[in-house]
Nanobody, 129 residues
Framework: QVQLVESGGGSVQAGGSLTLSCAASGSIDKRNMMAWFRQAAGKQREGVAFVDSYGITKVVDAVKERFTISRDKVKNTLILQMTNLQPEDTAMYYC???????????????????????WGQGTQVTVSS
């Protein structure tokens, strides 16, 4: 069993910044792929940023100039730094991990929610204009 607990969400004005944290505990393997997803009201869950089993990171094009993902393997913590936030970034943000063996962002399916078998409860980010 793996437990993921997100924190750091909140309400900010456009142009503001937030840093989300995800604390992982339980049967977590430091090589497990981890990711941040988000889901806005009425929309499908979408991947935002990923770090694979080999430490390679990827941030989706829509936010890559503004978001940074990092992983502290000692503290078992996944971080998402978000700058210049815009109203379209408003969503529930989820941390997720895949315990299905080693996985690379070079392989198809890394960004599919179905690849991830453990999820946090989410942290809300609200950006006002």
């Amino acid at each position: 069993q793996v437990q993921l607990v997100e924190s750091g969400g909140g309400s900010v004005q456009a142009g503001g910044s937030l840093t989300l944290s995800c604390a992982a505990s339980g049967s977590i393997d430091k090589r497990n792929m981890m990711a941040w997803f988000r889901q806005a009201a009425g929309k499908q869950r979408e991947g935002v940023a990923f770090v694979d089993s080999y430490g390679i990171t990827k941030v989706v094009d829509a936010v890559k100039e503004r978001f940074t993902i990092s992983r502290d393997k000692v503290k078992n913590t996944l971080i998402l730094q978000m700058t210049n936030l815009q109203p379209e970034d408003t969503a529930m943000y989820y941390c997720a991990t895949s315990t299905q063996g080693l996985f690379s962002i070079r392989w198809p399916g890394y960004d599919a929610p179905t690849q991830y078998d453990y999820w946090g409860q989410g942290t809300q980010v609200t950006v006002s204009s």
